[in-house]
């Protein structure tokens, strides 16, 4: 799921000032988290979610709009167009599962947001690394009457442990512009053309690039300082 209803919320809420339609969005998972979802959907008409396990990987058996976090909206023309949305969770799919969901994605979709907080830098696993003494300090706090969450961090260390192990392996799995530019281009069987790399006045760095029939986008963009990257890969199919 990950920020995926602040997502539908802030573009909605966008779109009702401007005048527009709003983007209906769909949560989908292996494991749904329906104890989370369910509150979260009733509190907001544009976000729903598939009850049973969605298996992104079961490209041949899937419909295509539910083999990936979805948003859908019809245009003037009666048609619906989607985007397939992976919060935090591209990273997940080994490279030949990878491959397999972005050939589905620029088969069945209009458009392809792939976002994620952490990266391959130095700077990034010495920030993952640095949650195991984090969880010393704050869990007295998050969690002051939870005898497990103590007993499991300053006793028996387990939680910090495992929460810095993931953010690590995370980090480490998580890939690079240029390497989902190359799942792209090997699904659409085409070579990308760079068309511009640049740093933004806010700090971001903006990367595009052409394959087919497809404009893809990559942006980096500090969340936490002073390490901290968020990495997207977004794609829009060209009329």
């Not at 988290?33 to 899937?62: E, G, K």
């Not at 997940?92 to 972005?102: E, L, T």
């Not at 929460?163 to 799995?173: E, H, Y």
């Amino acid at each position: 799921m990950g920020p995926t209803p602040l997502i539908e919320k802030t573009v909605n809420e966008a779109r009702a000032r401007a005048g527009h339609q709003a983007i209906p969005f769909r949560l989908s998972d292996f494991h749904p988290n329906l104890d989370a979802w369910m509150p979260l959907a009733t509190h907001s008409a544009n976000l729903s979610f598939i009850p049973q396990p969605v298996d992104a990987t079961d490209t041949l058996h899937a419909p295509p709009l539910v083999v990936s976090k979805t948003s859908s909206m019809p245009n003037s023309t009666g048609d619906h167009k989607s985007i397939h949305l992976y919060n935090l969770s591209f990273h997940h799919f080994a490279d030949a599962d990878a491959a397999r969901i972005m050939a589905s994605t620029l088969t069945t979709a209009d458009g392809l947001a792939i976002i994620e907080l952490q990266d391959r830098t130095m700077g990034m696993l010495l920030l993952m690394a640095g949650e195991f003494f984090l969880l010393f300090l704050l869990t007295i706090f998050w969690f002051p009457y939870s005898p497990l969450h103590l007993f499991f961090t300053y006793i028996i260390p387990v939680l910090p442990f495992v929460q810095a192990w993931d953010g690590l392996v995370s980090c480490l799995r998580t890939r690079t512009f240029e390497e989902t530019l190359a799942l792209a281009e090997k699904a659409l069987g085409q070579k990308a053309k760079l068309v511009s790399s640049e740093d933004t006045e806010i700090g971001e760095k903006v990367t595009v690039a052409i394959c087919g029939d497809w404009k893809f986008v990559g942006v980096r963009r500090l969340h936490t300082w002073p390490f901290g990257y968020m990495n997207a890969f977004l794609g829009q199919k060209r009329l």
